[in-house]
């Protein structure tokens, strides 16, 4: 079993920044990888980036990619999203989640274990 809790979320403005943190407790493995997802009011939610314990590789959804950073301190079981160059659009319930590391990152279904999710607002 693994419990994940995010923080970080709140409210900036376009431009601004922000750094999200997922803090992961129980059984863990270098083979497991660290993904974000958000979701916005009435749309489904989608993927924002991954990243591998055990690897330095990581994936980002376009609409992110060049704004966005995940990272991982592995002695610390925590993931982190710097999220740079904030747009109204960026706005949604930002959720962690963690499984061992599928092809499918980007998909939903890959992932057992979530966090309970944290709200990043960004005003126009």
């Known amino acids: 079993q693994v419990v994940l809790v995010e923080s970080g979320g709140g409210l900036v403005q376009a431009g601004g920044s922000l750094r999200l943190s997922c803090a992961a407790s129980g059984r863990t493995s270098t083979n497991y990888a660290m993904a974000w997802f958000r979701q916005a009011p009435g749309k489904e939610r989608e993927f924002v980036a991954v990243?591998?314990?055990?690897?330095?590789?990581?994936y980002y959804a376009d609409s992110v990619k060049g704004r966005f950073t995940i990272s991982r301190d592995n002695a610390k079981n925590t993931a982190y999203l710097q999220m740079n160059t904030l747009k109204p659009e960026d706005t949604a319930v930002y959720y962690c989640?963690?499984?061992?590391?599928?092809?499918?990152?980007?998909?939903?279904?890959?992932?057992?274990?979530w966090g309970q999710g944290t709200q990043v607002t960004v005003s126009s």
């Open positions: 990243i591998r314990w055990g690897l330095s590789s990581t």
């Open positions: 989640a963690t499984n061992w590391y599928s092809g499918n990152y980007y998909d939903t279904g890959s992932y057992r274990f």
